[in-house]
């Protein structure tokens, strides 16, 4: 099975701008959560999706937001892009809520 | 305060060391998770155990709910054991990470 894949790998914006990130899951997984790493705050859980609807949010702005398609692949938005935004966003699913979840590469975020 | 503290937060060691990583936990969780990180920032999910113990290899984890701690342990520890190790617990259904520990075995 193909694992989870994110595009783009690499990605640089500058402030007020918006960006879209995707996550296609491995085939078969109906989760998928969003994750944001900073040297500062480490990993911080943003957002997880299960058969297309939201189940939990993490204490992120409203600028950040995602969704999910019925194929389970997800994409995550944020609007009007910070200099702290500037992160390594990961993806990760599971066939269902709370099992072992298996990350994708991760999206780098610079933002200028 | 962050709910989940890992310690030590870096470690060196020399090839072939025995190796322990703690993890303390302040509220309950269902399961806690091991996680690896290599340079890189590929994530990779060692174990997700909600008691007892589980072994995978050379990497061994333990929790003990009432005392609300985790530990993983790698016997002979290689150079390719290098990476940063996460723990985390689900609180509310939303995973919350350690700190991580950043491990570094020389020759």
């Known amino acids: 099975k193909a694992g989870v894949t994110q595009t783009p790998r690499y990605l640089i914006k500058t402030r007020g701008q918006q960006v879209t990130l995707s996550c296609s899951p491995i085939s078969g997984h109906r989760s998928v959560s969003w994750y944001q790493q900073t040297p500062g705050q480490g990993l911080q859980f943003l957002f997880e999706?299960?058969?297309?609807?939201?189940?939990n949010k993490g204490n992120f702005p409203g600028r950040f937001s995602g969704r999910q398609f019925s194929n389970s692949r997800s994409e995550m938005n944020v609007s009007t892009l910070e200099l702290g935004d500037s992160a390594l966003y990961l993806c990760?699913?599971?066939?269902?809520?709370?099992?072992?979840?298996?990350f994708g590469p991760g999206t780098r975020l610079l933002v200028l | 305060k962050n709910e989940v503290e890992q310690s030590p937060q870096n470690l060196t060691a020399q090839e072939g060391e025995f190796i322990t990583i703690n993890c303390s936990y302040s509220v309950g969780i269902s399961a806690l998770h091991w996680l690896q990180q290599h340079p890189g920032g590929g994530i990779v999910s060692l174990f997700m155990?909600?008691?007892g113990k589980k072994k995978h290899g050379r990497l061994i984890a333990t929790i003990n709910i009432q005392e609300k701690h985790s530990s993983l342990h790698i016997t002979a520890s290689h150079p390719r054991d290098s990476a940063v190790y996460i723990c985390?617990?689900?609180?509310?259904?939303?995973?919350?990470f350690g700190t991580g520990t950043r491990l570094q075995v020389t020759l």
């Open positions: 999706y299960f058969s297309e609807t939201q189940r």
């Open positions: 155990l909600s008691s």
């Open positions: 985390a617990g689900p609180f509310v259904s939303k995973l919350t």
């Open positions: 990760a699913s599971s066939p269902r809520t709370q099992e072992t979840q298996y």
